[in-house]
């Protein structure tokens, strides 16, 4: 037990060391970014001021999250290390999730006001983080004065909600202006098409160009889709499904996993969306657990070729099978165990250019048990991923990592020395995840024990300083009783 809680406290050290705060300066590009998806409405209400009509208990109503929320509890996000801050549609709109859009020049009223957006989006960016705003096209309200006086930029839904066809070149010209119009007043980083695929191509283009000329900000799709002119990224075709199926239960078939990480470089990446159901009711319908499920999806998740999206609630395991269910509000009184896991991830990759944008080796898969290298000049990292219902262990060669090299786990505090053939033999239980530094096995050795020399001096320093506060303690006892006697 004692050598594990040094271990621990050494791992706690080699992780500070590498988790150097990310910026939001120009220098960090898309690339390098994780991105955490929000619904205001669903995250945190702050003011009843802006409650309108709020029905906390409806899931299809305005249940009152707010901008004022956000800010309020903006260190949520930032503790988990997430870069950019992705808040959903802002605009006037008939519904919660902001897609059926009444006016695009005025912000939702159950969300707050022009000063309010204003103080969210400078806190997110004291706090080193980006903000991401969504612009919906395709289920405009029927009171939107577009679809009044412009019926012919328009086709109706099903729902009886109307989209805005982009091929049109009138409707591309005032959508155009009005964004155009809202990132010259705010300094906001970054836009998100919503139904991308359901666009016009030409006009993405266009759009992308136009809006870049103002200020160079990311612009991504929310769909998964090929490659289009003018995106900085789309979601990756199939990783959702992969993601799910591989991890929804133990003793899955991942053997699509090295296909979707060796596709991923450049590509969002994610599990969940909000526009869907959530990898949560994929857990619960197979009989998993969702905690364990959840850890060992997000190793995979954060250590993966790709800019990874994480929806709101998956760091609670939050469920739901179809909307409106599964865009339940934000409870923040959980058990943290999962949110430290994601904030160590995080922490990880931010300071780690090879886990980042690294290259990807994939070095064993056979029935969920995985294992991969993402490593540049600087530095290389082994991750392994036991989706079993066993221990499994696997050698890698000294060709995959070096001669007198060892693996540092930085989680399950495992340590892999290199054995007399010249192997490196990892050994994981059942349903365990582990990130490995490969490290000179001598420089570490002498840090191992200087640590240790370190911890020692400490510890009997403090044992000290209680012994002298002890008998101090006593001395002024006695002292107190002989003054009592006296009188």
């Not at 669903?42 to 709020?54: A, E, G």
């Not at 612009?219 to 889709?225: G, K, N, P, R, T």
Request: hydrophobic share 40%; glycine share 6%; proline share 3%.
């Amino acid at each position: 037990m004692k050598a594990k809680w040094i271990s621990g406290i050494l791992s706690a050290m080699l992780l500070l060391s590498l988790a150097a705060p990310a910026s939001a300066d120009e220098t960090r590009e898309l690339k390098d970014e994780s991105i955490y998806d929000v619904l205001v409405d669903r995250y945190f209400n702050k003011l009843v001021s802006n409650d309108y009509d709020v029905i906390a208990t409806d899931q299809s109503a305005f249940n009152g999250g707010d901008f004022a929320g956000l800010t309020s509890e903006i260190l949520h996000i930032k503790e988990m290390g997430f870069t950019v801050l992705s808040i959903g549609p802002v605009f006037a709109s008939a519904t919660y999730d902001g897609k059926e859009v009444v006016d695009y020049t005025q912000f939702e009223r159950h969300f707050g006001t022009e000063e309010e957006f204003t103080e969210l989006v400078e806190t997110v960016h004291d706090n080193d983080m980006k903000l991401m705003i969504d612009i919906p096209t395709q289920q405009i309200s029927s009171q939107h004065f577009w679809v009044i006086d412009n019926p012919e930029w328009f086709t109706e839904n099903e729902d009886g909600t109307f989209a805005l066809d982009t091929a049109n070149p009138v409707a591309q010209d005032a959508l155009i202006e009005v964004v155009s119009g809202f990132i010259q007043q705010y300094e906001i980083d970054g836009l998100r098409l919503q139904e991308t695929e359901k666009l016009d191509p030409a006009f993405i283009d266009r759009f992308s160009q136009e809006i870049k000329e103002i200020r160079d900000i990311y612009l991504i799709s929310d769909a998964e889709m090929e490659p289009v002119e003018g995106l900085d990224a789309v979601v990756l075709p199939g990783v959702e499904e992969t993601l799910r199926s591989s991890y929804k239960n133990f003793d899955q078939d991942t053997s699509g996993l090295p296909e979707l990480m060796e596709n991923a470089e450049g590509k969002l990446i994610q599990a969940d969306s909000l526009r869907s159901s959530r990898v949560t009711s994929d857990i619960v319908s197979a009989q998993g657990f969702p905690p364990t499920r959840m850890r060992l999806l997000f190793t995979q998740l954060l250590t993966m070729p790709g800019i990874p999206v994480v929806q709101y609630g998956s760091e609670i395991a939050m469920n739901g099978e179809t909307l409106p269910e599964s865009h339940q509000l934000l409870n923040m009184a959980v058990e943290k165990e999962l949110i430290d896991h994601i904030n160590n991830l995080n922490s990880l990759r931010n300071s780690s250019e090879a886990l980042r944008t690294g290259d990807l080796e994939v070095l064993h898969e056979e029935d969920g048990w995985l294992i991969y290298k993402r490593s540049n000049d600087e530095e290389t990292w082994i991750v392994a991923i036991n989706n079993s219902s066993s221990t499994r262990n696997f050698s890698l060669s000294v060709e995959e990592i070096g001669s007198d090299k060892q693996l540092q786990g930085l989680f399950e505090n495992d340590i892999v020395r290199q054995e007399a053939n010249g192997d490196y033999k990892i050994t994981l239980d059942r349903e365990i995840a582990e990130t490995f530094h490969v490290i000179d096995e001598r420089g570490f050795n002498k840090a191992y024990i200087a640590a240790l020399i370190i911890l020692y001096v400490v510890f009997m320093i403090f044992l000290w300083v209680v012994w002298r506060k002890g008998r101090q303690r006593k001395a002024d006892e006695a002292a107190k009783s002989k003054n009592e006697n006296r009188q």
